[in-house]
């Protein structure tokens, strides 16, 4: 009888020890779980931003159409066409633009955005035939969010269903997620990266025109 007693005496303490191994070994577990969740997000903007950067990498052999020429080293657009374009429209097409005769002012300076009775000063740079402005602050004037990876230099802009992403020292440009043409190269000024305002505003549904009684540009919702 005394030797059934602790058969069973051990038979329990070996159970309560396997019982209380495997707890720990799950809380062991718990925790590398969390460490790996941990590493994977730590860096979750670096990866986006190299993710953003491979988007211009790797296409040397792809085409914007089959008229258009190369997309050359997977930056730019080689502009051959001859049709012109619009300071206040993206045609969404190769262009050539050198001329800014048809501006509405020739210097860079500080011109006001009118939509919905609403203004707001933005520096603007004539150039090649477009007006350029600062992505991330015309994109905050309407309504849009817009995110700046540093590294890349690529300015991410997303309004609803609508996606923008621009890298300075190109004149690409995806378009909810279509690598498209722009009519002149963005840059990166005074720490912003600067588009022309049809790209943008065009992409998030506004037609551009000059009011030269007001000097200012007049954003109407298409």
């Known amino acids: 009888m005394k030797s059934k007693m602790t058969k069973w005496t051990l038979l329990l303490c070996m159970l309560l020890f396997i019982t209380q191994t495997g707890t720990i070994a799950s809380a062991d577990d718990d925790y590398e779980d969390d460490e790996e969740w941990y590493?994977?997000?730590?860096?979750?903007?670096?990866e986006r931003e190299y993710e953003e950067d491979e988007y211009w990498e790797d296409d040397a052999e792809e085409s914007y159409n089959e008229n258009a020429p190369a997309y050359e080293n997977g930056t730019q657009y080689e502009s051959t066409a001859t049709q012109g374009s619009f300071w206040n429209l993206w045609t969404r097409e190769l262009g050539s633009t050198s001329t800014n005769s048809n501006l509405p002012f020739q210097e860079a300076k500080e011109v006001s955005i009118e939509l919905n009775n609403t203004s707001e000063l933005f520096y603007m740079?004539?150039?090649?035939?477009?007006?350029?402005?600062?992505?991330?602050?015309?994109?905050?004037?309407l309504g849009a969010t817009s995110h700046y990876y540093q590294q890349s230099r690529?300015?991410?802009?997303?309004?609803?269903?609508?996606?923008?992403?621009?890298?300075?020292?190109?004149?690409a440009v995806y378009e909810n997620m279509v690598k498209t043409p722009m009519p002149i190269q963005a840059f990166y000024y005074e720490k912003s990266v600067y588009v022309p305002i049809s790209v943008i505003a065009n992409a998030l549904g506004y037609r551009v025109s000059w009011d030269a009684a007001k000097s200012a540009i007049i954003l109407q919702e298409i």
């Open 39 to 46: 590493e994977r997000h730590e860096h979750e903007d670096e």
């Open 125 to 141: 740079i004539p150039q090649n035939g477009q007006l350029l402005v600062p992505g991330e602050k015309v994109a905050a004037f």
């Open 154 to 171: 690529i300015l991410e802009i997303n309004k609803e269903q609508e996606e923008l992403i621009v890298r300075a020292g190109t004149n």
